[in-house]
């Protein structure tokens, strides 16, 4: 698979993040930027790399795979601020890569889900831009979203039950938020009718994030008016091997080229 790897496109407090490319073996193919899942506290860019992002961009499209600060040491929104530099820089060098910047898509799993969401629904809010990376004079903006089996409502996956937190305790939201209230953090409040299409897809049997959080996301979208799709895989969990099966990563970059063409 041809690319380019550890490419830094931004230094916050010292520290380089950075993103590898992997390219599809077509000309011309369009760009999805790849946010990856672990609670906001811990993974890393390439750590799928070999059974997602580099399977999917056989299938057409461009993979951008990104590292962004994690919690503790980081807490909301800076995460935000530096998935949309991400994009940011991708797009003021998007000519020299030789890739297609001008539609791009996201596509984050679980915790990623949530930040490529959250990014889609803010064009323009100026807290959540920030200056990572600089490029102020390139959008942020994104085209498509891939939002695979993560958070709606940050309160809702928050609200457990005794046994439930003793199961998954709370503090993936916490460090995320540095302790801040998860009331308001719900991307069900941002849905617009000028939100960009999304592809949401969850397991039935989740018990990590409820599938009910993801079809919360998709009945908004619709109400309002923005095009969505929900994908329920049938007996499949968090993070399971059937959402990086050769059908459904085929399916998923299928409707992504027909989305950004």
């Given amino acids: 698979m041809s690319g380019d790897r550890d490419l830094v496109y931004a230094t916050v407090d010292g520290a380089e993040l950075r993103l590898d ?17 672990g609670g906001w506290s811990r993974g ?8 997602r992002q580099a399977p999917l961009a056989e299938h057409g499209v461009n993979v951008v795979s990104v590292d962004y600060r994690l919690a503790p ?6 995460q935000v601020h530096d998935v949309k530099g991400a994009v940011r820089w991708l797009r003021a060098h998007g000519g020299r890569l030789g890739l297609e910047t001008g539609r791009l898509g996201v596509w984050g799993a679980s915790a990623g889900a949530y930040l490529a969401s959250l990014l889609a629904l803010s064009p323009g809010d100026a807290e959540l831009e920030g200056t990572v990376g600089g490029n102020l004079e390139q959008s942020s903006a994104v085209q498509a979203v891939v939002h695979w089996f993560g958070q709606a409502d940050l309160a809702a996956t928050a609200a457990r039950s005794e046994v439930e937190a ?8 916490a460090d995320f938020l540095g302790g801040a209230d998860p009331t308001g953090f719900s991307l069900l409040s941002r849905v617009t009718p000028d939100a960009p299409p999304f592809l949401i897809a969850h397991g039935d049997r989740d018990r990590i994030v409820p599938p009910s959080e993801g079809r919360a996301l998709h009945d908004a979208l619709v109400r309002a008016g923005a095009s969505s799709r929900f994908e329920l895989l049938g ?4 993070e399971d ?18 989305v950004l063409s």
């Fill in 166 to 173: 003793r199961l998954l305790p709370f503090h993936f939201e």
């Fill in 241 to 258: 091997a059937a959402f990086d099966s050769p059908v459904h990563l085929a399916t998923t970059a299928a409707w992504l080229r027909a």
């Fill in 44 to 51: 890393d860019r390439g750590a799928e790399a070999h059974r």
């Fill in 73 to 78: 040491g980081a807490v909301y929104p800076r």
């Fill in 235 to 238: 007996g499949a969990g968090h």
């Fill in 21 to 37: 490319v992997y390219r599809a073996p077509v000309a011309a193919a369009p760009v999805v930027v790849y946010l990856h899942g």
